[in-house]
């Protein structure tokens, strides 16, 4: 009886907790290609995770096109030395993904190393079997 209990239990904390469908698996396969390229500053991964459309915002208000965005982390204008995702979330509606996240990174723009925490909303779309980034928004989190 006891082991028929604990067997019932645990059915039940594994059907609580969310199944990621193969959408949100395949998105989140996107984002972390676009942090490791992010880093290495691989241009032609850049290009590829990116669509041709892309609007990516910085918390200061600067937006980029895809060029200036893939050239300014390719260059090592922007460069990334870590990045850390932490909390994120991904919401999908048909063939358009958004996922939430904090980025918390360590960077050497310029020769001068910082860091930065910021909250990131991306919008990918699914073209084909493939997710691409059409939309970066950064936004400082409050303190």
């Not at 990621?20 to 676009?34: C, F, G, L, N, P």
């Not at 048909?94 to 050497?108: D, F, M, Q």
Request: proline fraction near 1%.
């Amino acid at each position: 009886m006891k082991k028929i209990f604990l067997v019932f239990i645990a059915l039940v904390c594994t059907s609580q907790m969310k199944a990621q469908t193969k959408d949100e698996k395949a998105v989140s396969d996107a984002v972390e290609k676009m942090r490791l390229a992010m880093i290495s500053g691989d241009r032609a991964e850049l290009e590829n995770i990116s669509s041709t459309n892309l609007s990516y915002g910085h918390s200061s208000g600067k937006i980029e096109d895809k060029a200036a965005f893939v050239e300014s982390i390719a260059s090592g204008k922007s460069d990334f030395v870590s990045i850390d995702l932490k909390n994120q979330s991904i919401q999908i509606s048909g063939h358009t993904a958004i996922v939430r996240h904090e980025l918390h990174a360590k960077t050497n723009d310029g020769g001068k190393p910082g860091e930065v925490h910021l909250g990131i909303m991306l919008v990918w779309q699914k073209f084909g079997k493939d997710w691409k980034l059409i939309g970066r928004q950064a936004f400082k989190l409050p303190q």
